[in-house]
């Protein structure tokens, strides 16, 4: 057992005793009680915590008592909250270093501001935090997009090659695309994490099925949406960053792993991608030096933005053809809404795959601020918008519930297809954009 992980059991207990505490029934335990650190033995079978009591002797006295008569209680919850399969057995210390109540006001300052310093990390800090770990799955989001698959896949391979056991959670709608980067790094079905970081989510609420169990207890988030709701323990955000995998590449740097080609071709997927070949708005020079960097560490950029951008199946072919054919340019040719009906799916047997990417043809025509992607999903409307700098995407999705990025957003309407596109365009009509 190495320190690293010692460290780690200590840390994990200081915190789940600290809750813990505050559900023993005992009155000797009340009042100001705080945990002010834990010292488990190197083979797990003990541990020492010091305990610190806002009061006198007796008050202390009286208190440990009763932390040791609730050891059974608190030991077995401990074990139950962290998932270990050995919990140490407790012996509960009176922490002297503590005597009066201006100190234990400065430190649950401190704690405060300590808690605060650590949600929010900086790359060099996450990537601190990440070496503390093991046994970490990588979650994705619903739709999962190229940043969403290589910035897990890479970070996956970046902990790897620290000798950590990291893995990708299965996200079911991974294409085959998206399978031929992450497959190799899935989590096998028996892997128990000790650690969840979630990569290119914005919101618990977009964490992709089968990650229900997890969404309340993710360790570490790193995204780069403006619209991100703060939902782990700690979080590494860069609205700045024009893909997930901007940032994984940092801090896959600040962790000292070598670029290797597998990490380069994972990161280059999710950064052109996110890109769309380096042409949205959001591509920033930073990231054109990061592509650079890519690619002299081996990347396939020719093969990977084939690949992703310029191969068509026939059915994709077909749906264009469907889709140029019936869009409607509006707003004096500032708006371009097109729809996808599932008929029309059927019709070309067009797998999901081959829906890839397609919302961003609605800006294709010349002059087209706006453009509106409609698609029926589970007998609803799903739109997903794209813009210039007119129009601001994620305002006109909150209206209807949805969000994202300023220049391509998305929200689902309770209507049909053709219902949908109406509702949108009064709304338009009512912004007063054109
Ligand atoms: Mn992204």
Do not use: W
Not at 67 to 83: F, I
Not at 141 to 170: E, Q
Not at 187 to 209: M, R
Not at 374 to 400: P, Q, T, W, Y
């Amino acid at each position: 057992m190495g320190s690293v992980r010692i460290g780690r059991v200590n840390d994990e207990l200081m915190r789940t005793l600290s809750e813990l505490i505050r559900t023993v029934r005992d009155p000797r335990v009340s009042g100001l009680v705080s945990i002010v650190r834990v010292e488990t033995a190197p083979d797990l079978g003990s541990a020492r915590v010091f305990v610190s009591v806002l009061g006198d002797e007796q008050k202390s006295r009286d208190c440990i008592k009763g932390l040791v008569s609730a050891s059974g209680y608190l030991r077995r919850e401990a074990a139950r909250k962290l998932r270990l399969r050995y919990t140490p057995e407790l012996t509960f210390i009176a922490d002297e270093s503590i005597v009066t109540g201006t100190h234990i006001m400065e430190l649950i300052e401190n704690v405060s501001r300590d808690d605060n310093k650590k949600r929010v990390l900086d790359v060099a800090g996450t990537a601190e935090f990440l070496k503390t770990r093991d046994d970490i799955l990588i979650l994705t989001h619903k739709s999962p997009d190229g940043d969403a698959a290589g910035s897990a896949a890479a970070l996956a391979i970046a902990l790897s090659s620290l000798g950590k056991r990291a893995y990708v959670f299965a996200n079911p709608e991974f294409n085959k695309k998206l399978l031929k980067y992450v497959k190799p790094y899935l989590a096998p079905e028996d892997f128990a994490p000790s650690c969840v970081v979630a990569v290119d989510c914005a919101d618990a609420k977009l964490l992709s099925k089968g990650c229900e169990d997890y969404a309340e207890s993710v360790d570490l988030c790193i995204d780069h949406h403006v619209t991100h709701k703060p939902f782990s323990r700690r979080e590494c955000c860069d609205a700045t960053a024009a893909a997930c995998g901007e940032i994984i590449f940092d801090i896959a740097k600040a962790l000292g792993v070598r670029i290797t080609k597998k990490l380069a071709n994972a990161l280059y997927v999710a950064v052109s991608t996110d890109t769309g070949r380096f042409l949205h708005a959001n591509t920033t020079p930073e990231t054109h030096k990061k592509a650079a960097e890519l690619i002299a560490c081996g990347a396939d950029f020719e093969k990977i933005n084939r690949e992703f951008f310029i191969e068509k199946t026939r059915a994709r072919l077909a749906l264009e053809a469907d889709i140029f054919s019936n869009m409607n340019i509006c707003f004096g040719g500032h708006v371009c809404i097109i729809k996808l009906y599932n008929s029309t799916i059927e019709k070309n047997k067009a797998t999901d795959e081959d829906l890839d990417g397609i919302s961003a043809l609605s800006r294709t025509a010349k002059g087209v601020s706006l453009g509106v992607y409609i698609r029926e999903k589970d007998g609803m409307a799903k739109l997903s918008l794209r813009s210039d700098e007119k129009v601001n995407c994620a305002e006109v999705c909150a209206h209807f519930g949805g969000g994202g990025h300023e220049r391509a957003a998305g929200c689902t309407i309770n209507a049909t297809l053709d219902d949908a596109e109406k509702i949108i365009i009064s709304y338009i009509t009512e912004l007063g954009l054109f």
